[in-house]
């Protein structure tokens, strides 16, 4: 049953803002106590936790991407957002979006969308 479900382009060209919207059908994302998390993983390297934002509208992100990083959310539409500016190649990678009753790991996530593949590339 998939649960979340990620959009947004197909390819992003460099120097570009690279978005993506995750809508949660199975929890709301005000529920307490779990974070809706942007996970990524580029090709032929393992996962990299990217951020999060909380039940509260509280974010957190990794610290090799805050300075590029910003998520945020719709409650009316149940759904948050990626944005990830200053896109370079090396931000080519598979995007889940996810679901988490903690912070911070890959493996606290209970629940993944099925990943965009997003190519940056001119």
């Known amino acids: 049953q998939v649960q979340l479900q990620e959009s947004g382009p197909g390819l992003v060209k460099p120097s570009q803002t690279l978005t993506l919207t995750c809508i949660d059908s199975g929890r709301s994302i005000t529920s307490n106590n779990y974070y809706w998390t942007w996970i990524r993983q580029p090709p032929g390297k393992g996962l990299e936790w990217m951020g999060a934002?909380?039940?509260?509208?509280?974010?957190y992100y990794s610290s090799s991407l805050k300075s590029r990083i910003s998520i945020s959310r719709d409650t009316s539409k149940n759904q948050f957002t990626l944005q990830l500016s200053s896109a370079t190649p090396e931000d080519t990678a598979v995007y889940y979006c996810?679901?988490?009753?903690?912070?911070?790991?890959?493996?606290?996530?209970?629940?993944w969308g099925q990943g965009p593949q997003v190519p940056v590339s001119s």
């Open positions: 996810a679901r988490a009753p903690d912070l911070g790991t890959t493996a606290a996530c209970d629940y």
């Open positions: 934002i909380n039940f509260r509208g509280n974010t």
